[in-house]
Structure formats: structure tokens, C-alpha cells
């Protein structure tokens, strides 16, 4: 069986609408026992409840030994339109983390040193419009996402350039999956209110997060969406694993926020093509050159 869907598909804007009315009626019949994440045109927006980096990092699991990277504390992190209002300052990251094996906390230092060096932000993959990855998508602030759901599939969708995550309900791993930036998504339902997701296949490409930690083809994350009673709110646990980079599995949370009634019918088109642009006093990404005449 073949579930996979290149890494980079990316759904019609015209045919959202279409598709959340095709599913509406399933969703409010669903069986007892499945999470609602759609119904009413739901969208969900990065909400954690924390000023300052919050949209764009990863939380640390209290009572967890491991936590995800974060900024060093000799170089707190204040970035385009923090909400502290601190005058902006680069990522630096915390290399004493012990989650890195010594060849990744070599690949972050040398990162740092050059934000150190030259004071310039390094760029990320959601300012250059570069596909999130997993888990790195989760990142991705401002932009709502909306779950839909049929029997056999949910489809994570991203306004920003409409990326798409697919989650096959139900089935195993392909025997086979091969390596992309979304990787090969299995899940199912727990417990009424929760959507567990096993992701494999990962390109050592795609991002882990906003600090440029580095990772393997060896990457297996693990989530679980949890939606409230009322509705309001997705809480998203996330275990990341790969001991070609990481010593340890580490664990991380985000939360969404169900977006305001205004917004909640809508599906803008968001176009955001790759590129090397610096809108935000960043290192511009350096764009290939060829080495000879193609004739």
C-alpha cells in the first residue's frame, strides 16, 4: 500500500471550502469517540500564552529530564515584534543542552559564532518560506492551520502556502517510505478528544526548530493533539527521536488557539515562494551559482 504524498503538495485555495463542506456532515456524525477538530470551519492559531519568543519556540515538559533547544541564557533571544518590546537580538543557541551528540553541538556553535561575529539574525525556514518539516511546522506563528478529517485521513493544512501534512488513520508505516520533508504520518484516535501522530521517512533537511538544531534520516517524532471541552484550545505534546543526533529522546508542547469568529470562515491565499529576500535585517540565503555556461 502507498500513502505517501510528495513532501511539498499544497492544496487549491478554491478548494477548501469544498472540501471542510464535503467532510462537515461526516464530522457531525462522526462515531462517539472522535476528537473534533473542524466542524463550524474551525481554524487554530499558535496561542501559547507567553509573551516574547513564545510563537516560535519550543516549551520544555515540566518534570522532564531532556528539554528541546532554546536560547542561551547569556544571549536571551528577542526577535522582530517581541512582545517584551526588547530591542531585537539573534538566536544563540544553547549549547550546553544535553540532548546534543558532540557533532550536532558543533554544528549549533558554529552558528552562534557567526550571529556573534557579525550580529546578523540567522534566517529561518518560515521568513525564507521553506516547508516546516516536522515537527518544525508547529512553529510557524500568525498563519491559522485546520484539521480536516474524513474516515481514513486528516489533513493538516497550513495557510501559509497552503503545506499540507497527511495522516493516515489506522495503518502501519510503509515497508518503505523513502525520505521527505513530511515524511510518511500514520495516526489514530485516544480517548474521544486526542489525534496520535507517528511520523517517519524524514529528510535530514527539513527543520527541528528555529535554532538550526541538525538531525538524521534516523528522526521519528511522535505527537498527540489534544483538543479541550470546549473547544478552544489544541494542546500538541511532541517526542522527538533520533540517536544519530541526539544523546536522548526529548520532549516539547505547543498550544493553538481556536481562531476568532471573523477569521473562522475564511482560507486566504497565502503565497509565499522560496526565496532569498532579507525583509527582516537577516543573512540572506545564498542562491546557487553555476560553476560553468549550461552552452
Not at 8 to 32: E, H, K, P, Q
Not at 49 to 74: C, I, N, Q, W
Amino acid at each position: 500500500m502507498n500513502h505517501s504524498l510528495h513532501a511539498s503538495s499544497r492544496i487549491a485555495c478554491c478548494g477548501l471550502a469544498a472540501a471542510l463542506m464535503c467532510t462537515a456532515a461526516w464530522a457531525a456524525d462522526a462515531v462517539s469517540g472522535q476528537p473534533d477538530f473542524m466542524s463550524q470551519h474551525a481554524g487554530w492559531q499558535l496561542n501559547d500564552g507567553d509573551p516574547g519568543t513564545a510563537a516560535t519556540d519550543f516549551h520544555a515538559v515540566p518534570g522532564e529530564l531532556t528539554r528541546p533547544m532554546s536560547y542561551d541564557v547569556k544571549h536571551p533571544y528577542a526577535g522582530n515584534g517581541d512582545a517584551l518590546k526588547r530591542k531585537p537580538f539573534p538566536r544563540v543557541g544553547d549549547i550546553t543542552n544535553p540532548i546534543l551528540q558532540p557533532w550536532a553541538r558543533d554544528v549549533i556553535k558554529a552558528t552562534n559564532d557567526d550571529v556573534l561575529n557579525t550580529g546578523v539574525f540567522p534566517f529561518t525556514a518560515e521568513q525564507r518560506c521553506w516547508p516546516g518539516g516536522v515537527p518544525g511546522l508547529l512553529l510557524f506563528p500568525a498563519e491559522p492551520v485546520y484539521y480536516l478529517q474524513t474516515p481514513k485521513e486528516v489533513w493538516f493544512m497550513t495557510q501559509r502556502d497552503q503545506e499540507i501534512r497527511r495522516i493516515f488513520l489506522n495503518v502501519p508505516h510503509q515497508a518503505n517510505p523513502g525520505y521527505s520533508w513530511y515524511g510518511d504520518e500514520v495516526g489514530h484516535y485516544v480517548n474521544g478528544d486526542t489525534l496520535a501522530i507517528d511520523t517517519i521517512g524524514l529528510d535530514d533537511k527539513g527543520p527541528v526548530d528555529n535554532y538550526r538544531t541538525p538531525h538524521t534520516k534516523q528522526l521519528h517524532v511522535i505527537e498527540t493533539h489534544q483538543v479541550d471541552a470546549a473547544r478552544s484550545r489544541v494542546f500538541v505534546n511532541i517526542t522527538v527521536e533520533d540517536p544519530g543526533a541526539y544523546t536522548m529522546p526529548w520532549k516539547a508542547w505547543k498550544i493553538y488557539g481556536r481562531v476568532n469568529p471573523a477569521r473562522q470562515q475564511e482560507w486566504l491565499e497565502s503565497i509565499c515562494a522560496e526565496n532569498n529576500a532579507d525583509y527582516f535585517d537577516e543573512r540572506p540565503v545564498p542562491l546557487p551559482h553555476a560553476t560553468k555556461l549550461d552552452f
